[in-house]
């Protein structure tokens, strides 16, 4: 069974950091994509940021140079360090898996992230 836990949410005044984890089990995480995503009420979610099985990245211009994704297979962990926080960052932030052996996906079940002064 595919589990995703996140952990590092909070609140958190503008200008300030956070760091998002993602710990994945009960699969082979090396092979797998992983992607940072989130949504506000009433919005569609949105992709933040990726990084692939061979640790290629990719970011929402929102956030581009302000948060970094990164990954730990040895620890089946995913990083989404975040800098610069804004008020508009403010939303909750989901860790999504990309198993790309089978194209399966899988979703955690989201960490809130609130930026106000």
């Known amino acids: 069974q595919v589990q995703l836990v996140e952990s590092g949410g909070g609140s958190v005044q503008p200008g300030g950091s956070l760091r998002l984890s993602c710990v994945a089990s009960?699969?082979?995480?090396?092979?797998?994509?992983m992607a940072w995503y989130r949504q506000v009420p009433g919005e569609e979610r949105e992709l933040v940021a990726g990084?692939?099985?061979?640790?290629?990245?990719n970011y929402a211009e929102s956030v581009k140079g302000r948060f970094t994704i990164s990954r730990d297979n040895g620890k089946n962990t995913c990083y989404l360090q975040m800098n610069s926080l804004k008020p508009e960052d403010t939303a909750v932030y989901y860790c999504?898996?990309?198993?790309?052996?089978?194209?399966?996906?899988?979703w955690g079940q989201g960490t809130q992230v609130s930026v106000s002064s």
């Open positions: 990084i692939s099985s061979a640790e290629a990245t």
């Open positions: 009960g699969i082979t995480f090396s092979v797998c994509d």
């Open positions: 999504h898996l990309r198993y790309r052996p089978l194209a399966r996906t899988f």
